[in-house]
């Protein structure tokens, strides 16, 4: 009798090591989303690089700030420059660079003036050299540095004064 105990028992205890091999792991918990924050943009100076009678060749320094704890890479920017509220140029920089987490990246993007075409105010203040009233808007494409996340398209719209100066 104690025989066929010892292997009713030695069967149990293999059935219950078989059925706890055969569970399912429970489910991993699902990683909880990754809120991107969209880049700031600031125009942080303009300078004069070649000026002749009538055309000014310029170059406009962009300072972009990620906030994100991650890096990430803006592969081109699409851009709109005001000038005391007037048109003063616009184009498109394919400048492919990196923004580290949490810190500032700059760019810089040449554009001319025809003084023919300015205004008055507008052209008073570049021979000046005093602040000029900017507003930078357009849209840049942003690449989060971190896995399976897609590039997206980034809007910005800022205004302010900066300097004009010679280079």
Known sequence: MRKYINVILIAVILMSASLQ???????AAAAAPI???EPSFEVTSIYILQADLVVTEFE???????????AMELSSIVYELYGNNRFWAGGKTNNIFQIPASASGETRFTFSMNFIDMSRPLLDDV???????????GQAQVQPNI???????????????SEVKKR
């Open 21 to 27: 091999a055969c569970k399912s792991k429970p489910p």
């Open 60 to 70: 406009a320094v962009i300072k972009i700030d990620n906030p994100n704890e991650f």
């Open 127 to 137: 021979i000046a050299m005093r602040r000029v009233n900017y507003r930078f808007k």
């Open 35 to 37: 809120e991107i924050l």
């Open 147 to 161: 896995p399976n996340s897609s590039a997206f398209g980034a809007d910005f719209d800022c205004s302010g004064y």
